[in-house]
């Protein structure tokens, strides 16, 4: 199988997965957003498998899929923050492909980059939901952090434990194999 072919392959299993299991949802916020099994993780593992390009591509083809099964649709902006451009960011986990622990910092760096994206889009377009007296910034920073910050961290538990360390290389060793 050509290098390209496998890339593919794995990018496709990578976005199936993360679809998967965005549906497995332990809460789902009124506004969007949602706590789920380890969506985000699928989407950063492929920029720390491929690198940047093939990350940032792969979050947002995912991002595109999700707007076309969960759409929740303000205005058009918003849909380019709140989908492709904030999926899109999970892809930078590829800029640590090639370093020490860089799943660990490619899933903390994409996911902040998802929450910074969603935190515009709440800033700018759904600010008027902020309680009466309270700062809308404020109020995005905190919501989007309700759901943002439990997966991240349940994520890093996840790939830090040594048994799923040791399969991860596995896989990256074979994603990559000639």
Same mark, same amino acid.
């Given at each position: 199988?050509?290098?390209?072919?496998?890339?593919?392959?794995?990018?496709? &299993?990578? &976005? %199936?997965?993360?679809?998967?299991?965005?549906?497995?949802?332990?809460?789902?916020?009124?506004?969007?957003?949602?706590?789920?099994?380890?969506?985000?993780?699928?989407?950063?593992?492929?920029?720390?498998?491929?690198?940047?390009?093939?990350?940032?591509?792969?979050?947002?083809?995912?991002? &595109?899929?999700?707007?076309?099964?969960?759409?929740?649709?303000?205005?058009?902006?918003?849909?380019?923050?709140?989908?492709?451009?904030?999926?899109?960011?999970?892809?930078?986990?590829?800029?640590?492909?090639?370093?020490?622990?860089?799943?660990?910092?490619?899933?903390?760096?994409?996911?902040?980059?998802?929450?910074?994206?969603?935190? &515009?889009?709440?800033?700018?377009?759904?600010?008027?939901? %902020?309680? %009466?007296?309270?700062?809308?910034? +404020?109020?995005?920073?905190?919501?989007?952090?309700?759901?943002?910050?439990?997966?991240?961290?349940?994520?890093?538990?996840? +790939?830090?434990?040594?048994?799923?360390?040791?399969?991860?290389?596995?896989?990256?060793?074979? %994603?990559?194999?000639?």
């Amino acid at each position: 199988m050509s290098s390209n072919v496998k890339r593919l392959v794995y990018c496709a &299993i990578a &976005i %199936a997965l993360a679809t998967v299991t965005s549906f497995m949802k332990l809460t789902s916020l009124p506004f969007g957003g949602s706590i789920t099994m380890f969506s985000m993780f699928f989407i950063c593992l492929t920029g720390y498998l491929y690198g940047l390009k093939t990350g940032l591509m792969t979050g947002v083809s995912y991002g &595109i899929l999700q707007l076309i099964m969960d759409p929740y649709i303000y205005v058009p902006v918003q849909v380019l923050l709140d989908f492709p451009l904030a999926f899109g960011a999970l892809g930078l986990s590829g800029l640590f492909w090639k370093s020490r622990y860089g799943l660990v910092k490619g899933c903390v760096t994409g996911m902040l980059g998802r929450y910074l994206c969603h935190v &515009i889009s709440g800033y700018v377009f759904f600010a008027e939901y %902020a309680p %009466a007296g309270m700062n809308p910034m +404020i109020y995005t920073l905190g919501y989007n952090l309700t759901y943002i910050l439990p997966e991240m961290i349940a994520t890093l538990i996840l +790939i830090s434990i040594p048994s799923v360390v040791k399969a991860l290389n596995q896989v990256k060793r074979m %994603a990559v194999a000639g």
